[in-house]
């Protein structure tokens, strides 16, 4: 057996539901951790799943996202070497963790893993708590399992686990397969949207070309004469040709900075008099910007009165402790590190900003937190209404051009 192994444990779950979940994580994940999912092996019994991967990486998205889409309870155990540990898991977020390292000794879990696994909690802190020097990690996992869920070990020892294989092919020679269909015709599938999908919603463009960078900019506020002006572009009968173009002198270093306004449908609230749902548009403006070859993308959300943060370094922001974060100062302001591009790397802004543009009235999905985590950051004021929109404007204010 390879000294680094990966376990998910899937209680109540049928494969037919995980197996998906977890071989269809997020193409941002996968390239993230370098995951290799081809390697996985499944069984299945009545009382869950067990799937086993063989690599020396662990991360727990590899969890909380097959979790936060069936909003079920996964574990994930890992051993390499002599240490081990694992993450429990429930709809997302991570309830439970637990990581034994021979130098430093175990760190002690919660009692939400004795809950989920109906485990009986004393024995579950005995097999917890005994490990010894000569106890390797494999030893130890094992030991947890025969406590925690049996059959998964037996899974485990029982040889059982198998790739799942792809449905065959339909055999085109076969004159069934080539006997025309009764059923009506079905339309083409239809083409995936471009960012040109945004211009209905389109208010205003404004673009700055070249302007004094960070901490020469204070002088704006004793030589107001020498602040530069921001250019108002004119989208009147904008196509897909013209918004490529104003991306492009972005990317290309043509400008310092790019706003584009917009006007989106809100939620509706129901009218009784009138009968039905009356929404009223609430504004978005994604800024691009640009400062001593440093890049920052951000999303400013007036229906929700929060921002979204276009993430440089997921590796530092998934890893990381939030107390332990950096802190960076990009044009005057104090901003997480992570939200920073250094150096020019246009590429990953461009695609998220085409990505986002084309999908703006259904942008949930674009900035969700559960299925594309590590892509943006989301600061929303948890606050009354009053207040959320006071400090939504402090921040318009901030990043925005006047």
């Known amino acids: 057996m390879s000294a680094f192994v990966s376990l998910l444990i899937c209680p109540n779950q049928r494969l037919r539901h995980i197996q998906p979940a977890v071989s269809n994580l997020s193409v941002d994940v996968m390239r993230l951790y370098e995951l290799d999912l081809s390697g996985l092996r499944w069984a299945e019994c009545r009382q869950g799943v067990l799937a086993r991967f063989e690599g020396n990486c662990y991360p727990e998205m590899l969890a909380r996202i097959p979790s936060a889409k069936l909003e079920c309870t996964v574990l994930h ?42 485990a009986d909690r004393e024995s579950l802190a005995a097999c917890l708590a005994s490990d010894t020097p000569e106890e390797s990690g494999q030893d130890s996992l094992e030991r947890l399992l025969r406590v925690l869920a049996p059959w998964a070990q037996e899974l485990l020892a029982s040889g059982q686990l198998a790739p799942v294989r792809p449905a065959p092919a339909p055999d085109s020679s076969s004159p069934k397969e080539n006997t025309p269909s009764l059923e009506p015709a079905q339309r083409p599938p239809e083409r995936e949207p471009g960012p040109e999908a945004c211009l209905p919603f389109l208010t205003g463009v404004k673009a700055l ?30 196509t897909a040709r013209e918004l490529n173009g104003v991306l492009d002198q972005f990317c ?114 674009v900035l969700s937190a559960t299925g594309r985590m590590g892509v943006w950051s989301r600061q929303v004021p948890m606050t009354n209404t009053q207040t959320a929109k006071r400090l939504h404007q402090e921040l318009r204010d901030c990043w925005t051009m006047k």
């Open 252 to 365: 290309s270093g043509g400008l310092d900075r790019l706003e584009l306004d917009f006007a989106v449908p809100g939620e509706g609230a129901y009218v009784r008099r009138l009968g039905k749902a009356v929404g009223q548009a609430c504004r978005l403006t994604l800024v691009l910007i640009r400062e001593k070859g440093r890049c920052m993308c951000l999303l400013l959300d007036g229906q929700v009165s929060g921002v979204y943060y276009l993430i440089a370094d997921r590796n530092t922001y998934m890893t990381v402790d939030i107390h332990d974060l950096k802190k960076t100062v990009f044009h005057g302001q104090e901003v997480e590190a992570y939200t920073v591009f250094d150096g020019p790397r246009p590429d990953d802004i461009r695609r998220e900003a085409e990505l986002l543009l084309s999908r703006l009235d259904c942008r949930d999905g």
């Open 209 to 238: 070309r070249r302007g004094w960078p960070f901490p020469l900019s204070l002088l704006y506020r004793l030589l107001p004469q020498k602040r530069p002006v921001p250019e108002t572009v004119s989208h009147q009968d904008w």
């Open 77 to 118: 155990l890992w051993y390499w070497g002599d240490g081990w540990g694992f993450r429990l898991c429930f709809k997302g977020s991570v309830e439970d963790a637990f990581e034994c390292v021979p130098t430093t000794g175990p760190l002690p879990p919660s009692v939400r893993l004795a809950r989920r696994f109906k």
